[in-house]
Nanobody
């Protein structure tokens, strides 16, 4: 079973930065041609899209709430995806999940239902 593992979450003051990383563990499976994404879920709220990236990093999508503050990137050789988060706000507080599609696709999706592999989540807490 392929499992994605996130790291890099934590507690930070408003205006600070964090960098999340995600890579697969367990059975070897390459995501080098597959879209990958980040979603988040705050307490009492539904899971929401944060950012997505295609296999070549030529296409990236962001939620309006994080645009110009967050940057998604990937290292296809390492099967890894990253989320650099700058100018963090208290409303960014949530559990962040990385996700990957199981098949190659030209463009990434903003819909969580299109992703087949998920991480366990990384807590990000931003204090005011």
């Amino acid at each position: 079973q392929v499992q994605l593992v996130e790291s890099g979450g934590g507690l930070v003051q408003a205006g600070g930065s964090l960098r999340l990383s995600c890579a697969p563990s367990g059975r070897t499976f390459t995501f080098s041609r597959n879209p990958m994404a980040w979603f988040r879920q705050a307490p009492g709220k539904e899971r929401e899209f944060v950012a997505a990236i295609n296999w070549s990093s030529s296409i990236t999508y962001y939620a309006d709430s994080v645009k110009d503050r967050f940057t998604i990137s990937r290292d296809s050789a390492m099967n890894a995806v990253y989320l650099q988060m700058n100018s963090l706000k208290p409303e960014d507080t949530a559990v962040y999940y990385c996700a990957a599609e199981s098949a190659p696709r030209a463009t990434p999706s903003r819909y969580w239902g299109d992703y087949d592999f998920w991480g366990q989540g990384a807590q990000v807490t931003v204090s005011s």
